[in-house]
């Protein structure tokens, strides 16, 4: 088989790439390892930047996201039993659109399905080949066979555990990685949200977060240990653990269910650059992690797309390589700043097992300086919503 683009991945990376490039009549296909209701089956992201609801639009994926996502003007930060709103529109006239990447994900597929672009499912041992020259080439299994696909480039879509960044020989390829010594255990429940907006709580106990799919789902978050398994926690033990950290009338308004999903995911901030070698991009989470507490993971991989699927488009109808050549350093430059603010915001709201008493003070007065500042209140606003691409 021939293509223009190789595509390994069909996460949010690989199909909004997918139809961007088809959109604009570059061939490509997509290989993914796992079948599409397993890809679907994982639930993440739930906000989405203003830039990465563009790019959906520009897919022709964004009908149904516009009129089920719920617009959010601000967020609350919750600390020593009060609430601050952080308000985006009157702060920088901005504002975040909440629907989640399961939702986004399907979107993207039925937009695939559509133009008729292939994407082949449980596609077994990916290997990527001539990456150094013009002409590389993937193989792969699938029903006992082996199958090789020519193409002009290959998009490493496929997340931290893919194959695609370990096909960058090590001397080539330099790691930067933060590990955090908790995580998050989430669930997923059918009432209605605790509050209009998402709350951010920071507490002696540790940090939660109060999010939601839609007025009639919840999406909530407690920190929890590092060796903490998802069948430690029965529902009743979450929902207690979360009413001790968050305030009285978050408390009163939260209604417990029965989580319909739980998992726990561990944090970590992570970069691997280049995020180009030879005829390889990597895009998404193959490229980086963020924790979650920023919102960042997958508006970044829609901002490595917008940059990938740019340069793509100027190779094949500009015959120009300067945005290819250009694509690593361009997304590392916005995937370092989101990596910041990530941390800066997981630093600020989570307690640190091995934190000192010096520490917590420092913690509690920069949450003190936020909710009393314009700038800082602007700064946290303006790299929320996304900046720019
Ligand atoms: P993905 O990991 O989504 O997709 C990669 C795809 O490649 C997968 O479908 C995988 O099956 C496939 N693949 C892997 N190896 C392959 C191989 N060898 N051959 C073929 N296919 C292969 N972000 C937020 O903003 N908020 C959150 O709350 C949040 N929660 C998260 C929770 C968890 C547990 C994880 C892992 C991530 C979370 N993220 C969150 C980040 C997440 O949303 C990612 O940023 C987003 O999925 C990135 O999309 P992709 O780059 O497409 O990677
Ligand atoms: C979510 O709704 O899953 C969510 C929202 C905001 C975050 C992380 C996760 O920062």
Redesign the pocket.
Known sequence: MRTQVAI?????????LGQLLAKHGIDNVI????TGE??LG??????IEKGAADLLDEAGCGTRMHREGLIHDGIEISFGGARHRINFKQLIGKSVIVYG?TEI?RDLMDGRSAIGSQTIYE????SLHDIGTDKPKVR?SKGGQVHEIECDFIAG????????RKSIPTDVLKNFERVYPFG?L?ILVDKPPVSDELIYANHDRGFALC?MRSPTRS?L?IQCRLDDKVEDWSDEAFYEELKRRLDDEAIKRLQPGPSIEK????LRSFVAEPMRHGRLFL?????H??P?T????????AS?VYYLWQALVDFYKKKSSAGIDAYSARALSRVWKAERFSWWMTSQLHRFPESSGFDQKIQRSELEYLVSSQAAMTALAENYVGLPY
């Open positions: 390994i991945g069909a996460g949010p990376s690989g199909l909004l290989l993914e390892r796992q397993y890809v994982r639930i993440r992201a739930g906000v990447q994900t596609a077994e041992d990916v792969y879509c496929d997340g931290f555990h893919g194959v695609s998050w989430g999010s999406r978050y998992s726990i995911a561990p895009a998404g989470d193959a490229a992690i963020v979650p920023g919102a960042k993971g997958l508006n970044l991989a490595d």
